[in-house]
């Protein structure tokens, strides 16, 4: 069969770290399916190749053979050519975690934490927990995801306005990880993580999605077109601090009065029903109570999702999206607070926009963020810049 023709500039353009790209997204999966893909020529496709396998990123076929199953020149992606490790930091709890690079958990922990402690309380703890599970036999460890609640500087790897976490701003946080692991540091928001986390599970196979993050606070992560939208200051998706007619005058948590969160976030539900003399801690116990009947308990999450719904109904329109995925702790009690959501996207939204759009639980429940933060730093280091500087740097 011919070969076929592709204009010169493209020819020779695809690097190894593409290559990588491509077999990491199941684009091709043999060395004929990476010059078909790209128009290498033969040659050009074994060089790539062979430094990828060379560098311990890609099993080849005859290395493979062992393990059966696999056709001879197949290419596989070697997750255990080194680990990425993770930290959800929360207001009470924060989860860690182990990720290979294949996206796979190898282990996890979790540490509580004061209500409002600062960087030099929680830190050093989720350091420490870190540390525990970063056992001798597992491989270089490449990147470190952390989310945060707030609007974070991903360059800087500091948190820039999170007032629900008093003392944080500003602080870097890659010198508390220091001592662990001499890898790059990826710092995103919570919302953003639980967002990235689709892009492994619902947003794999759709390109417009909105996931909610409804849990002590309330967050919007935005995938529009395939992407993560941040914002120019990093703020997309701060739903909860909108300012809505009901709450006018109600005290928000952020400083400001009238915000969404002020009627609809964790936080405010608890405060609610701890005014009426009830138990309640955290947004999980409400939860709790509401799988096992609890009518005020139900009633509280079906509203709260319904206020979520009003505003949400707007992003709907602008956005357009094919789905909208309901996350974080209230999301547990996903029947009823989708059902508040639901009704008030159709009766606010267009019936274009609400035509053939679908409400879906989160992926990976209460992991999602720990797989988002893994997800983010997978992304980083496995990028065709990151994989290319590294294979530079290991013929110098
Ligand atoms: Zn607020």
């Known amino acids: 069969m011919a070969e076929v023709r592709v204009p010169p500039v493209v020819r020779e353009s695809a690097t190894a770290g593409d290559l990588l790209a491509l077999l990491r997204s199941g684009r091709a999966a043999t060395r004929s399916d990476l010059r078909a893909v790209t128009g290498l020529s033969r040659t050009a496709v074994v060089a790539r190749v062979n430094a990828l396998a060379e560098s311990g990123l890609v099993l080849l076929g005859a290395e493979l053979a062992s393990t059966g199953g696999r056709p001879a020149g197949s290419l596989v992606v070697n997750h255990l050519a080194g680990i990425v490790l993770t930290a959800a930091i929360g207001r009470s709890r924060s989860q860690v975690a182990i990720y290979d690079l294949g996206g796979t958990e190898l282990s996890a922990s979790a540490v509580d934490h004061e209500i409002g402690a600062g960087p030099d309380d929680v830190m050093p703890g989720v350091a420490e927990h870190l540390r525990t599970l970063l056992t001798p036999d597992l491989p270089p460890v490449l990147g470190i995801g952390v989310s945060l609640p707030g609007v974070v500087d991903p360059e800087r790897g500091v948190s820039v306005d999170t007032p629900v976490m008093a003392g944080w701003d500003g602080v870097p946080l890659a010198p508390y990880l220091d001592g662990i692991a001499a890898a790059p540091l990826f710092l995103a928001n919570d919302a953003d993580a639980m967002a990235r986390s689709e892009f492994l599970g619902h947003a794999s196979s759709v390109r417009d999605v909105l996931v909610v993050k409804a849990s002590t606070g309330i967050g919007l992560g935005v995938i529009a077109d395939g992407r993560i939208i941040s914002g120019s200051r990093g703020g997309a998706g701060d739903l909860g601090h909108t300012k809505v007619p009901e709450a006018v005058g109600r005290p928000c948590r952020c400083g400001d009065v009238g915000c969404l969160e002020t009627l609809a976030a964790g936080w405010a539900l608890v ?85 053939e759009l679908q409400f879906l639980p989160a992926t990976y429940g209460d992991r999602a963020g720990l797989v988002g933060c893994a997800t983010h730093a997978l992304d980083q280091v496995l990028s065709p810049a990151a994989i290319d500087a590294r294979l530079a740097r290991s013929r110098t």
């Open 271 to 355: 405060a609610r029903l701890r005014e009426e003399g009830r138990t309640v801690e955290h947004i999980r116990d409400l939860v709790a109570q509401a799988l096992v009947g609890d009518a005020e308990a139900k009633q509280l999450l079906r509203e709260s999702g319904r206020q979520v719904g009003e505003l949400l109904a707007v992003a709907i329109n602008l956005l357009n999206p094919q789905a909208v995925v309901l996350g974080g702790d209230m999301a547990a009690a996903y029947d009823v607070y989708a059902a508040g959501v639901r009704e008030a996207v159709y009766a606010r939204a267009s019936a274009l926009a609400t035509r």
